[in-house]
């Protein structure tokens, strides 16, 4: 997932997050509001740990999001949400 998606999909993710940093308050995720660096520095700042663990944390969490779509997508009888994914055609090449 990349960040793009992250920031679209922010109030989606605010749950997984709290799942997973749960010292986050909902303040703090409206401040972060989808900016991966300032998710780090807050996972910095509540765990006291360095940024470096928290980087490491943030991007195993983006790849874990990514891992959990591709095997969504890849169930049987998930052929629709495969294609809800596909980049939708202009209607010019039609």
Known sequence: ????????DW???R????????????EQ???INGRLDMLAGRIQQAYGISMA?????????????TAN???????PGNERAA???RPLESSQSR
């Open 1 to 8: 997932m990349n960040a793009d998606q992250i920031e679209g």
């Open 11 to 13: 109030r989606v993710l």
């Open 15 to 26: 749950g997984k997050i709290r799942e997973q940093w749960g010292r986050l308050t909902d």
């Open 29 to 31: 995720l409206d401040v």
């Open 53 to 65: 663990e928290a980087e490491q944390q943030v991007y195993e969490w983006r790849r874990s999001l």
């Open 69 to 75: 779509a591709s095997a969504e997508s890849a169930e």
């Open 83 to 85: 294609e809800n994914r």
